[in-house]
């Protein structure tokens, strides 16, 4: 298979589905007034993708599971910052405003959250180390890089796309009960993805 359809096709497959990242952009792109604002949020969960992504690539990532107690480190502070990331996206008020300062946060705060949503989530590291990493394996040299290029590519362009589709829906929704359902499925997605780490801490040990 062409190493960059391969890359664009497995990167799309994996990163659809809607997860902490997606939704925490998202959110962003919704509720600041200017796409730029959402812009340290969109390249934080970018440069984190693609040093991951680089990091599965050349087998380095792989370290993070041969030792057990770094392992349940991660996993545990995954869990715990989900759990309370839920818990705020939760309970923000139904004005409109209300919703849209809670949720709007400063650059400062966009790349803690997007740093921590990216790097402390063991199932995406576990998905970029089984799948990107293994997938990689079958090419060498030049195909190798057009491989990961087209990985990482994918990548910053969905992230881009996702706070721009965030920005209309916010102009969109004048009355913020849209904006308040958005922010409540966030939630649920964000515990049902804190209790799947939580369910895979047990299992590995």
């Not at 502070?77 to 004005?95: D, I, K, Q, S």
């Not at 803690?112 to 089984?130: K, R």
């Not at 881009?160 to 966030?186: H, M, W, Y």
């Not at 649920?188 to 939580?198: G, S």
Request: aromatic share 12%.
């Amino acid at each position: 298979m062409d190493p960059l359809l391969h890359g664009i096709v497995l990167a799309f497959g994996l990163i659809l589905p809607l997860g902490v990242q997606n939704v925490f952009v998202f959110n962003q792109g919704a509720t600041h007034p200017a796409f730029t604002r959402a812009l340290p949020a969109i390249t934080t969960a970018a440069i984190c993708d693609t040093l991951l992504i680089s990091l599965a690539v050349t087998g380095v990532s792989v370290v993070v599971f041969t030792f057990d107690w770094l392992r349940t480190a991660l996993f545990v502070a995954g869990f715990l910052f989900l759990t309370y990331m839920g818990w705020a996206m939760w309970r923000t008020a139904p004005e409109t405003e209300t919703i849209r300062e809670t949720s709007r946060l400063s650059a400062k705060q966009q790349i803690l959250f997007a740093a921590s949503v990216s790097l402390l989530n063991p199932h995406a590291i576990m998905d970029t180390i089984g799948v990107i990493g293994t997938s990689s394996l079958v090419y060498s040299g030049e195909e190798k890089w057009m491989f990961t290029a087209a990985v990482i590519g994918v990548s910053w362009i969905w992230f881009l796309s996702l706070a721009a589709v965030g920005r209309k829906v916010g102009q969109f929704d004048t009355g913020g009960k849209l904006l308040k359902r958005i922010n409540q499925l966030s939630a649920l997605i964000v515990w049902a993805m804190a209790l799947f780490i939580l369910s895979q801490l047990f299992t590995y040990q």
